[in-house]
């Protein structure tokens, strides 16, 4: 499966975007997904997971309360919706499929088997 991601920019704190990525080459809905980010000079970290009927609903301590995540198997497609951004959640954005029974190891990046490309996020105090 290929993965894209967009919907990433400049903001500042306070603000919200809202990130997509759209799957194309499998069927979607056979799909684990998951968000990461990785800030410059820190590992990839953890964001939110979805399982594939979109329960299994999953997210980092960092984000909870101000990130959803959400996804739409017509549409082959995977949402973060971030609100109240602060400039600490600058970082590149990844999106990650996996096509496997459900772990329990799902915040962990060497679980997914794609990536998408990453989109930016950066945001401004």
């Known amino acids: 499966v290929q993965l894209q991601a967009s919907g990433g920019g400049l903001v500042q704190a306070g603000a919200s975007l809202r990130l997509s990525c759209v799957a194309s080459g499998r069927t979607f809905r056979d799909y684990y997904m998951g968000w990461f980010r990785q800030a410059p000079g820190k590992e990839r970290e953890f964001i939110a997971h979805?399982?594939?009927?979109?329960?299994?609903?999953y997210y980092a301590d960092s984000v909870k309360g101000r990130f959803t995540i959400s996804r739409n198997n017509a549409k082959s497609s995977v949402y973060l919706q971030m609100n109240s951004l602060k400039p600490e959640d600058t970082a590149v954005y990844y999106c990650?499929?996996?096509?496997?029974?459900?772990?329990?190891?799902?915040?962990?990046?060497?679980?997914?088997?794609?990536w998408g490309q990453g989109t930016e996020v950066t945001v401004s105090s």
């Open positions: 979805i399982g594939r009927n979109g329960g299994s609903i």
């Open positions: 990650a499929a996996k096509e496997a029974d459900f772990s329990d190891t799902y915040y962990s990046p060497s679980w997914y088997d794609y």
